[in-house]
């Protein structure tokens, strides 16, 4: 399934989104690079992941983010 990740950024810069699993492991990379400030969005494509819970961390210069993604077929 694909999960869409929402989020706004309050200034324009370097911007990693990644996703890791339960166990931290990095299990993809949404986002590496620049983007200018405003909302944006990142599909997260998880067809070859198992059910389960996820975590995203969204770094943007000294802003970092987290959050939990449900992932069920």
Do not use: C
């Amino acid at each position: 399934g694909k999960t869409n990740i929402h989020y706004n950024l309050t200034q324009s810069g370097e911007v990693s989104l990644n996703v890791f699993d339960i166990d931290g492991r990095q299990v993809g990379t949404l986002v590496n690079g620049n983007q200018e400030s405003g909302p944006h969005d990142a599909i997260f494509d998880a067809l070859d992941l198992k059910n389960g819970v996820y975590f995203y961390r969204l770094q943007s210069g000294n802003d970092v983010k987290t959050g939990k993604l449900m992932l069920a077929r």
